[in-house]
């Protein structure tokens, strides 16, 4: 099994910074790509940013040039950076980690949320 801790989440004003952090533990092989994904109220999840171990990373269009996702491989810990953050940022913030357990088995975690407030 493999746990995620998620951290970081808050209020800020418009025009403010905010970083998540989240830590995957437990029985992990390989971890394939690691993402952040939000759903705010009346609103389907969507994905805000995502990295893969190869490297590459994606964007969603309205965040690009403002977030940044990073990863430390050896902590199994993925962080998004938040700047220059708008109301329309408002929303739940989940991370996504798939990849291999222990036993060689594919698996697709969500972490439990973390709220991100941005006040006008």
């Known amino acids: 099994q493999v746990q995620l801790v998620e951290s970081g989440g808050g209020l800020v004003q418009a025009g403010g910074s905010l970083r998540l952090s989240c830590a995957a533990s437990?029985?992990?092989?390989?971890?394939?790509?690691m993402g952040w994904y939000r759903q705010a109220p009346g609103k389907q999840r969507e994905l805000v940013a995502a990295s893969t171990s190869a490297g590459s990373t994606n964007y969603a269009d309205s965040v690009k040039g403002r977030f940044t996702i990073s990863r430390d491989n050896a902590q199994n810990t993925v962080y998004l950076q938040m700047n220059s953050l708008e109301p329309e940022d408002t929303a739940v913030y989940y991370c996504?980690?798939?990849?291999?357990?222990?036993?060689?088995?594919?698996?697709?975690?969500w972490g439990q949320g973390t709220q991100v407030t941005v006040s006008s």
């Open positions: 996504n980690v798939r990849g291999k357990d222990g036993l060689g088995r594919q698996f697709n975690y």
């Open positions: 437990g029985s992990i092989f390989r971890i394939n790509a």
